[in-house]
């Protein structure tokens, strides 16, 4: 486990989208949001819609504290790779955070280590945060797999030469075997595999570094479980996928947190 006192990160809460919500309903969500928080709330809140609504929901955020998240980008700065965003269209739209390697991206579309890590470099150059999501499979667990897994995950993602604002890099643990399922991981196990990345961290980069790094818990979380994945000591914030399709739950999420 990773001994020393939790240093001063701000909690970060991501709305994952997925493949929901068309530009009128992403606008009704943020509408809604607004209504039960009015005012900014504590924890930096990230809302990262689909593209098509990237957009209006940038229009729709002004004046508040949430930020923009897009859910993949190419690496490319341009060319012909029909049906691919550039990191600078994205750029374009204010977008602050860029969540990569998804392991639905991963499963459905076979994401590699190799491609986060193109992805990683393009989304820091662009001086935009990306949100680079590990995770083990419920066979890779069940066979005693998970620190090698997400070891190679995350050592695979940052390779090579980074640019100088890695610091703020966020990592995600999502467990696979806990998206979109229902059946969460106990904090205590999302603590302890979040304790071992930031140790990864720590001999990738610095004590330092990967103190000031991000660890986010993803997987099944809903109002009835945040409080107690946050209140972990490595834990910082999490990737909400279902449980932030609807403003009141995601509402509740995040007043949770504060
Ligand atoms: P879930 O998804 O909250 O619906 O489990 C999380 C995610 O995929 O980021």
């Known amino acids: 486990m990773y001994g020393d006192k939790k240093m001063e990160r701000r909690k970060l809460i991501v709305a994952n989208w997925k493949m929901n919500h068309t530009v009128a309903e992403s606008l009704k969500f943020f509408a809604a949001l607004r209504h039960v928080i009015p005012t900014d709330p504590y924890p930096e809140v990230v809302i990262a819609p689909p593209f098509t609504a990237l957009?209006?929901?940038?229009?729709?955020?002004?004046?508040?504290?949430?930020?923009l998240g897009a859910q993949n980008t190419h690496w490319e700065d341009s060319g012909a790779f029909t049906g691919e965003i550039a990191p600078l269209f994205l750029k374009d739209l204010n977008v602050d955070y860029v969540i990569l390697g998804h392991s639905e991206r991963r499963q459905y579309f076979n994401e590699s280590n190799e491609e986060v890590n193109n992805k990683l470099k393009a989304v820091l150059k662009y001086k935009m945060t990306p949100i680079v999501c590990v995770g083990?499979?419920?066979e890779e667990r069940s066979a005693g797999k998970t620190d090698a897994v997400i070891e190679a995950q995350v050592k695979e993602a940052v390779g090579g030469q980074l640019k100088t604002n890695v610091t703020d890099t966020v990592w995600a643990y999502e467990p696979r075997w806990a998206i979109g399922t229902g059946k969460s991981a106990s904090p205590?196990?999302?603590?302890?595999v979040?304790?071992?990345i930031r140790m990864l961290l720590e001999e990738v980069f610095d004590k330092s570094v990967a103190g000031q790094m991000r660890i986010l818990y993803g997987g099944s979380v809903s109002d009835k479980n945040a409080k107690s994945f946050v209140s972990?000591?490595?834990?910082?914030?999490?990737?909400?996928g279902g449980a932030s399709l609807e403003a009141e739950h995601f509402a509740k999420i995040i007043r949770s947190v504060e």
């Not at 957009?55 to 930020?67: C, I, P, R």
């Open 55 to 67: 957009y209006a929901v940038e229009e729709a955020l002004k004046g508040s504290s949430f930020k």
């Open 194 to 196: 979040i304790s071992e």
């Open 188 to 192: 205590s196990q999302a603590e302890e």
């Open 232 to 240: 972990q000591k490595n834990i910082d914030g999490l990737l909400v």
């Open 136 to 138: 083990e499979t419920d």
